[in-house]
């Protein structure tokens, strides 16, 4: 008997959700796949195993993998998954995780949980219609539960608190949150389980009730335009890019015209330093190696890719050239701007050219941002 899922909006407001799969074998690996009960609702992909919808207010849809695959993964609200608190999430993002239809698998067991691992952002319950549902060894019957603030997550069956990788202790969470065996529970109470081979189905439903922070400022939208090649734009590819990664991925090249890929958030995060997320890929920002770039060279050298989640590497200052033209100058790596060299880039093409990095900026390493 197939277990159902259904995600629901308890709160006053659309909310904008988040789906990261899992790669476990058997299951549903492309977002693509997934049937949305409810025709109104419009997944986005972002890359496979990446998606994000708008969940009206209300609203609770239905969501199917195809007909013989498990389905694993995660839901987060407002924002993509994060590694730990950010300038504009201060006290993390929470998960709502689960496995299930994965009979499959040998002793396989249905899995649910609510991770507050690396903080949380929102409140979110998890309720099962069937009665099989248990923790800590079969020793608690669950028929629902939710998380509460980042700090006040400990104790609470389903959860796992702040930190607290493997529950009863603070193992290898990310590090940007650090260990804290402090809040790790004293019994193996966070995951929420029954066996996937023989069970009573029934329906799996995540709710998002509301925000404890506010969902991170947008920011205003840009296009950023080279000056030596008017008419042509950055453009960022993130497709891929799911997971933050030491060395960046995606990609980040020019195009003639400015469409999705070509459209920023610029955010400022402190006095003067902005960050530049992608509007196409949420979560995904502009990123900068620039730890090569010693002199100024005419091809340029250092890396400008994509990155997921904003660190050091993608962080940027504008600084002021002509009237309305900037350069995009590294916080990381002081000097070291972001240069754009778009011969041979005409229209039509998907994307070509380079950018990367140069010391000090002359002709090709100045923009205009076009706000809109």
């Not at 939208?221 to 993130?238: A, N, Q, Y």
């Amino acid at each position: 008997m197939p277990t159902t899922l259904s995600v629901t909006n308890r709160s006053n407001q659309d909310v904008l959700t988040f789906i990261t799969l899992g790669s476990t074998p058997g299951c549903v690996h492309n977002v693509s796949d997934l049937r949305f009960s409810d025709d109104s609702i419009h997944l986005i992909t972002i890359a496979p195993l990446n998606g994000k919808f708008t969940l009206p207010v209300g609203k609770s849809c239905r969501i199917d993998a195809p007909s013989g695959k498990g389905f694993n993964g995660n839901f987060s609200f407002g924002t993509p998954p994060l590694n730990g608190p950010s300038p504009d999430l201060p006290h993390g993002v929470n998960l709502a995780e689960f496995i299930i239809n994965n009979g499959f698998q040998p002793g396989g067991q249905e899995t649910i949980d609510i991770s507050v691992v690396t903080g949380a952002n929102a409140i979110v319950s998890m309720s099962v219609s069937a009665e099989d549902w248990t923790s800590n060894g079969g020793k608690v019957k669950v028929k629902s539960f939710q998380n509460k603030e980042w700090d006040k997550s400990t104790g609470i069956v389903g959860v796992f608190p702040y930190g607290c990788d493997n529950c009863t202790s603070s193992d290898n969470p990310p590090r940007e949150v650090g260990r804290h065996p402090e809040f790790c529970n004293k019994e193996p109470i966070c995951n929420v389980q029954r066996s996937a081979a023989n069970n009573k189905g029934g329906n799996l439903d995540i709710t998002f009730i509301n925000f404890i922070d506010n969902p991170p400022p947008r920011g205003k939208v840009v296009t950023i335009e080279s000056v030596h090649f008017g008419g042509t734009f950055m453009r960022l590819d993130g497709r891929g890019v799911g997971a933050m990664s030491n060395s960046g991925g995606g990609k980040v090249d020019c195009h003639k015209g400015a469409q999705g890929w070509e459209q920023f958030l610029l955010r400022e995060i402190d006095s003067g330093i902005i960050t530049l997320e992608s509007k196409f890929f949420p979560g995904v920002y502009v990123r900068m190696d620039g730890s090569s770039v010693k002199t100024s060279s005419g091809s340029g050298a250092g890396v400008v890719n994509a990155q997921f989640g904003a660190g050091d590497y993608e962080k940027f200052r504008l600084k002021p050239m002509q009237q309305g033209e900037y350069a995009i100058e590294s916080v990381r790596f002081p000097g070291v701007v972001i240069r754009m060299d778009a011969t041979g880039v005409v229209p039509g093409d998907a994307g070509g050219g380079t950018v990367n990095c140069q010391l000090g900026a002359g002709g090709w390493e100045v923009f205009r941002l076009h706000y809109i």
